[in-house]
């Protein structure tokens, strides 16, 4: 059980804290700036906030004194000849028989998307657009770009040695957009409780990949993944994960919230299968939440789908399954259920113990502090959550 | 050297910070020697590249910098220069 959230919002880091009288947050930190992610490293209780600067590039901030007093970091950057290769969003004059030779752009980090913090004390992950993964192993003094996964063949290969030698598979996110590129993210970092060298990540627009060796190699894990917007739903890259995590107690159940719909696999993502449910409207959606301990339990907000991106039907609600995903149950109790036009992005849902907390773009906040089935919220008026996390 | 003055945007990232002089021949260099007086100040300004940042001006007496890729344009001794957020940021 944990009594204190730390949310990433447009205007700062919010901290809230569990009191007799209710959450209560704390004077925003960061104030004025954006958070694309916040989180709290519990091996040593270190405060993270991933800086989205307008102006002066993404950094990271943290804190070793509970929030008190932070620290600007700027070592997390891209090193020279990391290159990748350009894509351009689809324009309605496109010739699609038209082969356009491959042009090449320096990454420069635009955007840190999601921290995860585990494997040996210091050990951090950080996933970024333009699609690099990286690893700092002195508790963020300094990063490194992890490139068997920036030179792997499904994005042309070894880019700092010379031109593309294979096909680029990933494609770019909408996401990265207001940065001014189209280029690929990853966003979900997960590592395997049981074995630090095992870890997952989720690539919008690409799919998941899976490493055993700590990052020395990688491969799909997309079987079982279809999409509705390609010709092939069942390509080995081109998925649209939104986000991705593992239940910590039972590792080999992962849950994906997808652009196109919701999957699950209980065979450590060795295969995956669709388990939406559109007759409860649970299908489109960006944050999905696994249960501490129960593999089969998990938890989304659902959307109106992808033309709409906002509450379905003016009402927001929670989902839940407690069976691998066979039913869900969908619980409004506590929530807004006329003109809600909210959106809950991808890292805005957290659980733990049974608590649950979901943050939205249009500033409200709500917690339950039982499982999900009933809502309190928190404010009304917090500037758009990017993100939240239980400490 | 040229005298350099700060939005004062970025001194709540470098509280020390605060307009003089700075020896370079170059934006460039100028950069480069605030980066080594205030260690991580030049990831504000330019990128991994070296580029300026889209959102960050600099301006050498009334113009901007022309050569916002290489920091390549010359500074008198006497220049004055400012270090910006641009109006185009978010």
């Known amino acids: 059980m944990s009594d204190q959230l730390i949310l990433g919002t447009r205007k700062g880091t919010l901290i809230l804290d569990r009191t007799a009288e209710g959450w209560k947050p704390r004077p925003i930190a960061h104030a004025g700036m954006s958070v694309s992610y916040a989180a709290r490293d519990p091996r040593d209780g270190t405060l993270w906030a991933a800086m989205d600067h307008a102006h002066w590039g993404p950094k990271l901030s943290r804190s070793k004194d509970g929030g008190a007093t932070w620290e600007h970091l700027s070592q997390l950057a891209y090193p020279a000849g990391a290159r990748f290769i350009e894509q351009h969003m689809p324009m309605p004059d496109d010739d699609p028989s038209v082969e356009t030779p491959n042009t090449y752009k320096d990454a420069t980090l635009l955007k840190v998307w999601m921290l995860t913090f585990a494997g040996p004390p210091g050990t951090i992950y950080a996933g ?48 990265a957009v207001a940065y001014g590129e189209f280029v ?33 190699t990688w491969s799909p894990c997309n079987r079982g993944m279809t999409n509705d917007y390609l010709p092939d739903p ?18 080999d159940h992962l849950w994906q919230q997808n652009h196109s719909g919701v999957f699950y696999s209980d065979d450590g993502a060795k295969s995956w299968r669709k388990v939406s449910n559109k007759d409860v409207a649970v299908d489109f959606g960006f944050p999905i939440a696994a249960h501490d301990t129960d593999g089969k339990t998990a938890w989304v907000v659902p ?48 659980q733990r113990a049974g608590r649950v907390c979901l943050g939205t773009t249009t500033g409200n906040v709500y917690i339950s502090e039982d499982a999900g089935e009933s809502w309190t919220c928190v404010g009304n008026n917090f500037p758009p959550v990017h993100s939240v996390r239980f400490a | ?40 100040l030049g990831g504000y300004i330019t990128d991994e590249t070296g580029r300026l940042r889209r959102h960050v001006n600099i301006f050498v007496g009334d113009e901007p910098i022309g050569d916002r890729i290489a920091l390549s344009d010359k500074l008198a001794p006497d220049a004055k220069v400012f270090i910006l957020q641009a109006l185009s940021g978010g």
Not at chain 1, 128 to 149: A, I, K, M
Not at chain 2, 11 to 33: D, H, Y
């Open chain 1, 128 to 175: 970024t657009l333009p699609g690099g993964l990286f690893v700092s192993h002195d508790g963020g003094d300094s990063w490194e770009l992890n490139r068997p996964l920036w030179n792997h063949p499904s994005r042309g290969g070894d880019l700092f040695a010379g031109n593309a030698t294979s096909r680029n598979e990933w494609g770019g996110t909408p996401a």
């Open chain 2, 1 to 40: 050297m040229a005298h350099v003055s700060f939005t004062r945007h970025l001194v709540q990232f470098f509280p020390k910070l605060a307009a003089g002089e700075v020896p370079g021949a170059t934006v460039r260099e100028l950069v480069s020697e605030l980066n080594r007086r205030h260690p991580g």
């Open chain 1, 184 to 216: 690929p993210g990853i966003h979900s970092i997960v590592v395997d409780p049981r074995d630090a060298k095992h870890m997952y990540i989720a690539v919008s627009c690409a799919g998941v990949a899976e490493t055993h060796d700590g990052g020395q």
């Open chain 1, 303 to 350: 959307a109106g789908g992808d033309s709409s991106r906002m509450s379905v039907e003016g009402g927001i609600f929670v989902a839940r399954t407690t069976d691998g995903g066979e039913s869900w149950q969908t619980f409004r109790k506590g929530l807004p259920q006329e003109h809600a036009y909210d959106i809950v992005y991808r890292h805005a849902l957290d």
């Open chain 1, 234 to 251: 069942n390509v080995e890259w081109g998925h649209d994960p939104h986000f991705v995590t593992l239940c910590a107690g039972a590792p």
